[in-house]
């Protein structure tokens, strides 16, 4: 409860401080909405329903071009890994791409797959693949070499000595490779989505922009945040704090 009283008086604060500077008119409203103007233009979205259509497009995007990236990811991260030739040569490549923002691959991908679901679909795989392969490499690098032994010695080998020894072990530099690679993804759709119509929450935000309608503008913004807020914590953090009681990490309360 103490928890939920800070954040609900933090953000009150914000919405405070945020309403007084559209009251005092500083900047006009067409620049800067305020809170009650924003307010109904998330009614109006989530009444007309344009806000859940948008939602769930940019939601089964993400989705699938998620679960692909992570399947990549995973193969081509224990590739690098197990090979001293690849680790050598595509290792140094992956850390300078990861380096290069996900924005670039839009026009490869336009011109590729021009403007289709495909297009998106690529920069989204791209976004989040870097980052869930290093992730995936540096987990089975870093594991201890006696985990791997002890399996060895109680008999696992092949599949069996990656699932239930390496993998798990590997977990929790995993997880942040994931965590990441979601970031990185929901920023990728979202920018792949603004290129044309798209149904999506970036095609919302060019709307917004379009018809010079910043009340939508921050309006979808802020639904973009929460969706990501509402990911990581019911995703990630419960995972993370699942890892933690599994190794006997959790901080002392």
Known sequence: MRKFARHAVFYAVLIGIWALLGALKIWPTYVFPTPKGVGEALYAGFQDHSFWIAIAVSMKRMLLGYSLSVVLGMVLGLGVASNKFLEETMGGLLVSLQSLPSICWLPLAVLWFGLTEKAILFVVVMGSLLSVTIAMEDGRKQMPKIHSMAGR???????????????????????????????????????????????????????????????LVIAVMLLIIAIGYIVDGLVFRTAERSLQRRWGLEPAS
């Open 153 to 215: 010695n109680l008999g696992a080998t092949g599949l069996k000595l990656f699932w239930y020894v390496l993998l798990p072990a590997s977990l929790p530099f995993i997880l942040n490779g994931l965590k990441q690679g979601w970031a990185f993804a929901w920023r990728s759709l979202i920018s792949g989505e603004m290129i044309f119509v798209s149904l999506g929450l970036g095609q919302q935000l060019m709307m917004g922009r379009d018809l010079n309608d910043m009340n």
